[in-house]
């Protein structure tokens, strides 16, 4: 176990926050309502609410689980709570770390691209066409520069620690991220079109559920709620001891849903908004134009027609866009670098700055190799390594739950938590439920 004067989150809120910025990115804002577009809108909203409270939440207790009785990195704690597979054990951590580096590696990449489309609207709106213009387009220097910046912003907030890095800069950023959310869908609601992309987002249309659409919704939850991946596990790591681990982990679920449904309230509307603008967003077989640059092409197009205020809101837009991106970017590279000072014995400002480094260098070779490269990671990562890690996390957790030095770990702090329901049915779910559900997801 590692010692008792090690870092933690200063208060309940500043974790709920820092693990909700954790899961809050990129894939509640540009994921979730690509996904929701492209699968006939609330037939995969149902379905990505089943996922994430029948199999993410279990999951992500799990995780809690194990980083708040280990209080350490992913590869102590899970060493600690399987000690008679030490080495197993020690393999599911190294595998999450390299996991959430890859991860992070693509992430990089497309959060630069979201910096690139915040800045050139304003350089244009100034004079500077020609700079405006080489940040929109894709291209291999524009990609390796934006991707450069957005790592050092990253590198530069972790090196700080928990309380001073990461707890400080979530606590500021998710207030600010809500409200703009908030403005931004009152604003879009208003405009003519937004009301057929609401009616997509929340009225049925079971003609478009498949088995695709299943797999789709539970790999986009994982991605969601940062599981397997072992960014959940270093987040428990510095709760404190008197945390209900179960309550803690449904409001961050709770939050984290509550966005990706706020994303699709703004981002489905605005597509139709810019369709009754003359932005093309289907073609003639129905389907969804550009799913994967959805954000970049079909979004400022609207934005355009929408003449100066087109431009304010672009720009409050990105904002939001880049602040979800650095919360979850944060709990990203603190995983490596926990594993780096506890296992390694290194001076945090060290290790991050060389790991990051490393990450920096594999996403500069994506970069370059972009069109074999970058498809194939985030597939790696998010369909396969995600769900399979985050499975066997819970697993683990579920056939130890009641040994007693775990049991007494857990409890301490809350031993109401034994006579709960929750209590009695969790080891049993995880057990047999959630491995059960994601056999008939993968083989449907």
Known sequence: MASSSRAQFSSRIGFILAAAGSAVGLGNIWGFPTQAASNGGAVFLFVYLLMVFALAYPLLVAELTIGRYGNANPIKSLRSIWPQQRGIAALLGIAGMIAVSMILSFYAIVAGWLFGFLIGPILEAIGF?????????????????????????T???VRNGVA???????????????????????????????????????????????????????????????????SMMVYGSYLRKDTNIPKTAAQVALLDTSVAFIAGMLILPAMFVAQHNGVEIYNDAGALLDSDTLVFSVLPAMFETMGTGGVFIGILFFVLMVIAALTSSISMLEVPVACATEELQQ????????????????????????????????????????????????????????????????????????????????????????????LMVFFA
């Open 129 to 153: 066409t020609t700079a405006a213009n080489w940040l929109e387009s894709f291209s291999t220097s524009r990609n390796l520069i934006l991707m450069v910046v957005f790592m050092i912003m």
């Open 155 to 157: 590198i530069m907030v």
């Open 164 to 230: 001073n890095g990461i707890e400080r800069w979530s606590t500021r950023l998710m207030p600010v991220l809500l409200v703009l959310f908030v403005v931004m869908v009152g604003y879009i609601l208003t405009q003519e079109g937004a009301m057929e992309g609401l009616k997509m987002f929340l009225v049925p249309d079971f003609s478009h559920f498949s088995s695709g659409l299943v797999v789709s919704a539970m790999g986009q939850a994982f991605f969601s709620l940062s599981l397997g991946v072992c």
């Open 347 to 438: 001076d945090r400002k060290v290790a991050v700055w060389w790991i990051g480094g490393l990450i920096t260098i594999f996403s500069s070779i994506i970069v370059f190799n972009f069109g074999d490269m970058f498809g194939l990671v985030i597939s790696l990562t998010t369909e396969y390594a995600q769900p399979i890690l985050g499975v066997c996390f819970a697993l683990l957790v579920g056939w130890i739950w009641k040994r007693d030095q775990v049991l007494q770990e857990i409890k301490e702090g809350y031993p109401e938590l034994e006579q709960s329901l929750f209590w009695k049915i969790w080891p049993w779910y995880v057990r047999v439920v959630c491995p059960v559900m994601m």
